[in-house]
């Protein structure tokens, strides 16, 4: 497989998602809600399980490059920053939710959300961080704040971090001035607006690079993405979790830090004395 090699299933799915047709795109939506189980079929089991015919499941599975299904099972074997995602029924409790059962329920979000990155994405991110010339954010509903928390922790120790958009801005401003070395990063939690797909697009034709910071149910954008960190937000309530997504932003902003180094220490000390010039603190 070469190169291609390196690219995971969901990674290869998001990439030719819009173009599916319909019988390919049910098996490659039974992949994608849990793509660490895969080893576990056979491609009668799979395909049967999607509601497809064998034919469908041969032709999905070219088309993402494999020679055979057999070849994409060794794969999601090999492939160590899946993890087994939480598909829990989305219906309310119909008792109180006691804390212990709620520390149980985010713990096990944020461990699966974790526990799946992938060491190297983590590496070559957090570098970006570093060395981007200018950093925009971007995020609607729930994830807006998620965007915003983000920017403050960059901003402690690097300058040119923006959150987009602000209240009464679009977008072609900001998406007309990337450039190939900037780094645009993107929040993406459920329930996502139309227009990112289309903004990403956009993004994406401009050469900039992308991080995205979705959740398991989202399809398409990943593919339009330069790296993608999956975390689960599903819980046994009604109200989605967010938990896992700050916990990660904080942990990128902390490596982020660490390698910034000397540079990141004397852009924290200029802002430290700003604020005592300014009495901006009791």
């Given amino acids: 497989m070469g190169d291609s090699r390196a690219k995971s299933i969901e990674v290869r799915i998001h990439e030719h998602y819009e173009q599916l047709p319909d019988s390919e795109r049910k098996l490659a939506d039974a992949i994608l809600e849990s793509p660490g189980d895969l080893s576990l079929y056979t491609a009668t089991e799979l395909t049967s399980l999607a509601g497809v015919s064998k034919a469908a499941g041969t032709r999905l599975f070219r088309r993402l490059g494999f020679a055979s299904f057999d070849e994409a099972k060794l794969l999601a074997r090999e492939t160590t ?26 713990t096990y979000l944020l461990q699966s959300s974790l526990m799946r990155l992938n060491p ?6 957090t570098e970006r961080i570093v060395a981007a010339r200018r950093i925009y954010l971007l995020g609607y509903r729930n994830s807006h704040f998620l965007a915003n928390y983000l920017r403050w922790q960059l901003l402690q120790f690097r300058g040119d971090v923006h959150l987009l958009p602000t209240g009464g801005e679009t977008m072609g401003e900001y998406v007309g001035d990337f450039l190939e070395e900037d780094l645009l990063i993107v929040f993406a939690l459920r329930r996502r607006p139309s227009r990112l797909e289309t903004i990403l697009k956009a993004a994406k034709e401009k050469g900039i690079q992308i991080l995205l910071l979705t959740d398991p149910t989202a399809r398409g954008l990943p593919g339009l993405a330069s790296w993608t960190f999956f975390t689960e937000v599903e819980t046994s309530s009604i109200l989605d979790s967010a938990g896992s997504a700050l916990s990660l932003s904080r942990y990128l902003a902390l490596v982020s830090l660490q390698k910034a180094g000397v540079r990141g220490k004397a852009h924290m000390e200029r802002i430290e004395l700003q604020h005592e010039i300014l009495g901006e603190f009791e």
């Fill in 81 to 106: 920053h899946w993890g087994s995602p939480l598909y829990m029924e989305s219906k309310a409790p119909q008792h109180i939710l006691s804390v212990a059962d709620y520390l149980a329920e985010e």
């Fill in 120 to 125: 190297e994405d983590v590496e070559v991110v």
